[in-house]
């Protein structure tokens, strides 16, 4: 039973333009939602995070978008550049005290010069 | 970079024998993480722990155990390893507080043969 579902295996975006990486959940008991990002032969590194009880937050060139009605969560890279080739995981966290994370298969996102 | 440091890095092994695998963190963060990834499933929770001899299971922990016998160690064992638990292993650490953002090692390259 996948819990957080990310449906879009890879993308290609030109440079300078937005990417969109979209997550679905089932779960509502999550209470955080994580965005990570790993290049190849590295470890999963943290880039943004929300609250469920916000829609929105924003680090520079990185907002993540929370629609908890349609358990839905976007994150947006604008402007994209070739450095942020990589592949993403939506991941969520479960409400209570064992903080048990879960990811979702995630997004290779291609961004072209 | 977080203090998480994974060993080996890499190992082959043969079906049937028993493997550990060591992640050791100098952070003092209570909650340690073992995930696999592997392609099409993202990564997979196997196993985590929320303080020392406390752990629980993840969603794929068959043919797995772990033990945490002091706050910096966590280690992940194949009692018997077998073909299907050739992946890639990643340890990962948080403290629990905010966004809980959990640090990923650099992962171990486990392949049974």
């Known amino acids: 039973d996948q819990q957080v579902k990310q449906n879009s295996p890879s993308l290609s975006v030109q440079e300078g333009r937005i990417s969109i990486l979209n997550c679905d959940y089932t779960?509502?008991?999550?209470?955080?939602f994580l965005w990570y990002k790993k290049y190849p032969a590295e470890g999963p590194t943290f880039l943004i995070s929300i609250s469920s009880i916000k829609d929105k937050n924003e680090d520079g060139r990185f907002t993540v978008f929370l629609n908890k009605s349609a358990k839905h969560l976007s994150l947006h890279i604008v402007p994209s550049q070739p450095g942020d080739s990589a592949v993403y995981f939506c991941?969520?966290?479960?409400?209570?005290?064992?903080?048990?994370?879960?990811f979702g298969t995630g997004t290779k996102l291609q961004v072209i010069p | 970079d977080a203090g998480i440091t994974q060993s080996p890095r890499h190992k082959v092994t043969e079906t049937g024998t028993p493997v550990t695998l060591r992640c050791h963190q100098t952070?003092?963060?209570?909650?340690m993480y073992w995930y696999r990834q592997d392609p099409g499933h993202g990564l997979r929770l196997i196993h985590y722990s929320y303080g020392v001899k406390d752990t629980d299971k993840g969603e794929v922990s068959d043919g797995y155990s772990v033990s945490r016998s002091k706050t910096e160690d966590f280690l992940l064992t194949l009692e018997s390893a077998t073909s299907s638990q050739t992946s890639v292993y990643f340890c990962?650490?948080?403290?629990?507080?905010?966004?809980?953002?959990?640090?990923f090692g650099q992962g171990t390259r486990l392949t049974v043969v």
């Open positions: 779960n509502s008991m999550f209470d955080y």
């Open positions: 990962a650490i948080s403290s629990g507080t905010g966004s809980t953002e959990a640090f």
């Open positions: 991941a969520a966290r479960s409400s209570g005290g064992y903080q048990k994370v879960t």
């Open positions: 952070e003092n963060h209570r909650y």
